[in-house]
């Protein structure tokens, strides 16, 4: 065996007369003896150089076949390629992992789903464990914990994060404490999962949000693998980064949809009932299925005193969505604020109309309103209509009566008129007040056809004697069929309803009787 002054310097054992099993490392000595049997044979490297370590150095090795059967292997120092190499193909493992977090957090606007996944991301690739933790509520802290290959376990523990080093100052959203500076025998119980064994190393670090911090992250290491690196925790740092934004997004969305469910709330018509002797009902569907208000609206004012009349509105705002039903709020606050004038519904709408047209809104509404008083057996009306279908009053004999109440819409001239009628109701008659959306409502048989007041008419004569819920809903059920799943406008009914009562009762026997059904 001969080798060059070089090979020498790297094989001091390689000197004349020694087996080459004893000179070189196995793997050169395995490729070298596969060569040289006798017979066919794979030549080393052929599919790939031939790649092995010695010291600590990593080599290719490429062997020459000389006449005479020798070989020669010429070994190239390939140390710093291939650190290049696996820290290239580390880098595009790790982007790639980044690209999949990014894509999986932000795919839900649950804060829980997205501590749930951040933890158990966080677990399966750069920890033993994980701790997602979000800011405290109240004396409680929110932790999500993952071990690897395990399910994220949600809980609340009652600490002071700031008793465990770096946590709070991550929760505060400040730059992370190196994980040398943190001593794993100070990891308190509640962090560390059960089983889990001796902590070895600890990251904590910031899940960063929008304008401020989203939580923590804690990743755990068990004592007997290495330590984090300062690259790793790096890396951490890129995912938490990630995750924070997706747990912000997600506290964010569920901050908004709250509010919007409150003010929701308020935009919404109410449900009604029986008040003062006399029985209401009301149905309202939306232009669009997936909306819940819209520009119709009604509401049921009850009398502030037993003996006075409730006041009832319901109203139409031009538009539709969003924008309308804003314009409907206001229009219901302003009535509401104008109670004490309900006994004359001309002065109301004319300080209405007033209202709106000193507004930065466009939109105009047009509004009927009935004062409602339960008289013996009877329910008197006092109809006033602003620019709205006339009102529909139900007989006992299945007559429908259309009131005569006109006037001019509300919120587009400077001067408005109305008029106001007055109607009695016997027991088990009815009077529906009802948006256009219903009687505009286009479909049929062929499609292209309304409605219509006439269609309306001819469906209520069949509703004499019918409870008050049940004609609102047979409208609305009628009005549904007749669209057959087409676009259509915002639609609304109340109804009115005398009960069909025979006496007074006592309450306690000392309050003044109440009419019963």
């Known amino acids: 065996m001969r080798c060059n002054d070089a090979a020498r310097l790297l094989l001091p054992a390689a000197v004349p007369g020694t087996p080459l099993v004893d000179a070189v490392p196995q793997w050169l000595w395995t490729a070298h003896a596969a060569l040289t049997r006798p017979g066919p044979h794979a030549v080393p490297g052929a599919e790939g150089p031939l790649r092995g370590v010695i010291g600590e150095r990593r080599f290719e090795a490429h062997p020459t076949v000389r006449k005479g059967g020798s070989v020669a292997w010429w070994l190239v120092d390939d140390t710093d390629h291939q650190l290049v190499r696996e820290a290239l193909h580390m880098e595009r493992e790790r982007t790639a992992f980044l690209g999949k977090a990014s894509s999986v957090l932000l795919s839900s606007l649950n804060l829980g789903r997205c501590m749930d996944m951040t933890a158990q991301m966080a677990a399966e690739n750069l920890a033993d464990a994980a701790l997602a933790i979000a800011p405290a509520r109240g004396q409680r802290l929110p932790v999500v914990t993952c071990l690897r290959d395990g399910a994220p376990e949600a809980s609340t523990v009652a600490v002071d994060p700031d008793d465990v080093p770096g946590l709070g100052e991550a929760l505060r959203g400040f730059p992370p404490v190196p994980s040398r500076w943190i001593d794993p025998l100070t990891a308190p119980d509640w962090m560390v999962p059960e089983?889990?064994?001796?902590?070895?190393?600890?990251?904590?670090?910031p899940l960063p949000g929008h304008g401020v911090a989203a939580g923590a992250l804690v990743l755990l290491r068990r004592s007997q693998n290495t330590a984090f690196s300062d690259d790793e925790e790096v890396f951490a740092r890129l995912f938490a980064a990630r995750a924070g934004a997706a747990m912000s997004a997600a506290r964010l969305y569920a901050e908004q949809a709250a509010i919007t469910d409150v003010l929701m709330r308020e935009l919404l018509p109410p449900t009604l009932h029986h008040i003062s002797g006399v029985d209401f009902a009301g149905a309202y569907r939306p232009s669009a299925d997936h909306e819940r208000i819209g520009g119709d609206f009604y509401d049921v004012h009850p009398a502030p005193t037993e003996g006075e009349a409730s006041l009832v509105s319901l109203g139409d705002v031009c538009g539709k969505g969003l924008e309308a039903a804003v314009l409907t709020g206001k229009i219901r606050n302003t009535l509401h604020a104008l109670l004490p004038l309900a006994d004359d519904h001309q002065r109301m709408l004319s300080?209405?109309?007033?209202?709106?047209?000193?507004?930065?809104?466009?939109?105009?509404?047009?509004?009927?309103?009935?004062?409602?008083i339960r008289s013996g057996n009877s329910v008197?009306?006092?109809?006033?209509s602003g620019g709205h279908p006339s009102p529909l009053i139900i007989r006992a004999d299945g007559t429908v009566e259309e009131t005569d109440t006109t006037g001019t819409l509300i919120g587009a001239l400077p001067d408005i008129s109305s008029s106001t009628v007055?109607?009695?109701l016997a027991p088990g008659e009815s009077c529906v007040l009802y948006t256009d959306g219903i009687t505009e409502a286009k479909g049929g048989p062929m499609g292209d056809a309304l409605?219509?007041?006439e269609r309306l008419k001819r469906a209520l004569s069949e509703c004499a004697g019918t409870p008050a819920e049940g004609i609102a809903e047979h409208v609305q059920m009628l009005a549904a069929q007749w669209l057959g799943g087409r676009p259509h406008d915002d639609m609304a009914v109340v109804v009115i309803s005398a009960p069909r009562t025979h006496h007074l009762s006592a309450v306690d026997g000392h309050t003044r009787g109440r009419f019963t059904a």
């Not at 089983?195 to 670090?205: E, M, N």
């Not at 008197?380 to 006033?384: F, M, N, S, V």
């Open 422 to 424: 007055a109607v009695s």
């Open 351 to 372: 300080l209405l109309n007033t209202a709106l047209l000193s507004s930065h809104h466009t939109r105009f509404a047009t509004l009927v309103l009935a004062s409602v």
């Open 380 to 384: 008197d009306l006092k109809l006033t």
């Open 195 to 205: 089983g889990f064994g001796p902590v070895g190393s600890i990251v904590i670090t």
């Open 451 to 453: 409605f219509g007041e």
